[in-house]
């Protein structure tokens, strides 16, 4: 049968086994955490090639300048106005369920050793250094430390001198050419480890945090993954119209990659399988690298609307009261925080303990609520934000007549 011929078979039979084996046996479950890492590392290690081979070779073959400005200015601004959108249909739904109303906790009893690690590197870290990174101290360093942003910067430079270079540039391009086809195998032959590192994983989430902590703070985990999933379906579902095919056909196009993330709680184990998805379904590839990379970092669509519910959902635990002006210049600093914080670990909780330690209106503390489930939530984060990446490039791609429609209505359909 051709379903046991599929990756996500494999690796939705072995998230069901991680989870069995992390619930009958924790210690077992959290030893098998190693799994899991390795698989995201082999991923990671990948990442900053497949990016820096795939816009260069893109960009190199845009011979109009302007248009490459335009697609950035409009990728950018799609990015904003869709996590916006985002975050104000989290700020929507919290504000009407009220999943912390009625918890009464007093912020002096709770123990913030759990989180001591998150709120250091909250305060150490400032918008100001995410914007400094992106140009690299030197051309390798970027590789080096496997940062997206980076890697990016240095592409879309070395893409645009191949562009100006002409025939010159030829040589390179070919090269670049051949090493995408042997990088891209390297990839094929890393998947084929993706369930045993989604094993590990959710062996790892069951067995370390246990389904109690499913059913303490049930309501919110329930309002986040409610929230994301109308958000993929009606949003998401809406604007993937304008490029002429459906949300449901490119969530089944796409299913391999959203078990994937299911398992191992990273949208970054897809990012290379995500843009030669997107240029096998009609997407030329300059857009394809320059939308999802830059997604990665600028169009957390999943982020957003945990990072509005989880501190609306403090300060309504905590019973906080706050003024409209208050939350709105909270979503207003989430908008920037956010995006400093995508490629640092344990992003979430430091975005949250850095904007709220900025604003001061919600007690920093108040995330020891979020603690034991945050992990749980990540899924509903990452396969949102996956989608959302995917979306945007046929979107773009279609606005810039970069579009293959009989491509897509072949790999995706209509």
């Known amino acids: 049968m051709k379903i046991f011929k599929s990756l996500y078979f494999y690796v939705l039979i072995a998230i069901l086994l991680g989870a069995f084996t992390g619930w009958i046996s924790p210690e077992t479950g959290q030893s098998l955490k190693i799994l899991g890492d390795l698989f995201i590392k082999l991923i990671k290690m990948i990442i900053a090639p497949v990016i820096f081979i795939t816009v260069t070779l893109g960009i190199a073959g845009i011979r109009d300048m302007k248009q490459l400005g335009r697609t950035g200015f409009k990728t950018i601004l799609y990015f904003e106005l869709i996590t916006t959108l985002a975050m104000v249909i989290g700020w929507v739904v919290t504000k009407i369920v009220r ?5 009464n906790i007093d912020v002096h009893s709770l123990d913030t050793s759990s989180i001591a690690t998150y709120t250091e590197k909250a305060n150490a870290y400032r918008w100001s250094d995410f914007v400094s990174s992106i140009i690299p101290e030197n051309f390798i360093g970027a590789f080096v430390n496997g940062e997206i942003l980076p890697v990016l910067f240095l592409a879309i430079l070395t893409g645009i001198v191949l562009s100006r270079m002409g025939k010159n540039g030829l040589s390179a391009v070919n090269f670049l050419d051949k090493s995408r086809q042997v990088v891209f195998k390297i990839i094929e032959v890393i998947m084929k480890a993706a369930p045993i590192g989604a094993f590990g994983a959710m062996a790892y989430t069951i067995g370390k945090f246990g389904t109690s902590t499913l059913l303490s703070l049930g309501k919110l985990m329930l309002c986040v993954y409610t929230t994301c999933f109308l958000f993929v379906l009606l949003v998401l579902g809406l604007i ?3 490029s002429g095919t459906s949300i449901f056909k490119f969530l089944k196009y796409i299913k391999e990659e959203i078990f994937i993330v299911l398992g191992t709680s990273s949208s970054e184990t897809v990012l290379p399988r995500l843009m030669e998805k997107m240029q096998r379904a009609g997407c030329s590839p300059s857009v394809t690298g320059l939308v999802i990379p830059t997604g990665y970092s600028f169009n957390l ?4 609307i945990y990072l509005t519910m989880a501190a609306l959902f403090i300060a309504q635990a905590t019973n906080t009261s706050l003024t409209f002006l208050d939350e709105l210049t909270l979503m207003t600093v989430f908008l920037i925080t956010s995006k400093g914080a995508a490629a640092v670990t344990g992003g979430g909780f430091i975005t949250l303990a850095s904007t709220l330690a900025a604003t001061g ?12 489930i945050d992990r749980f939530m990540s899924e509903a984060r990452a396969i949102t934000n996956l989608i959302g990446n995917g979306v945007a490039t046929l979107v773009i791609a279609k606005s810039e007549n970069a579009l293959d429609e009989k491509m897509m209505m072949e790999k995706i359909g209509s």
């Open 301 to 304: 669509d999943g982020t957003s």
């Open 240 to 242: 993937i119209r304008y």
């Open 99 to 103: 999943p912390g109303e009625g918890m």
């Open 361 to 372: 209106t919600i007690p920093v503390e108040g995330l020891v609520l979020l603690l034991g």
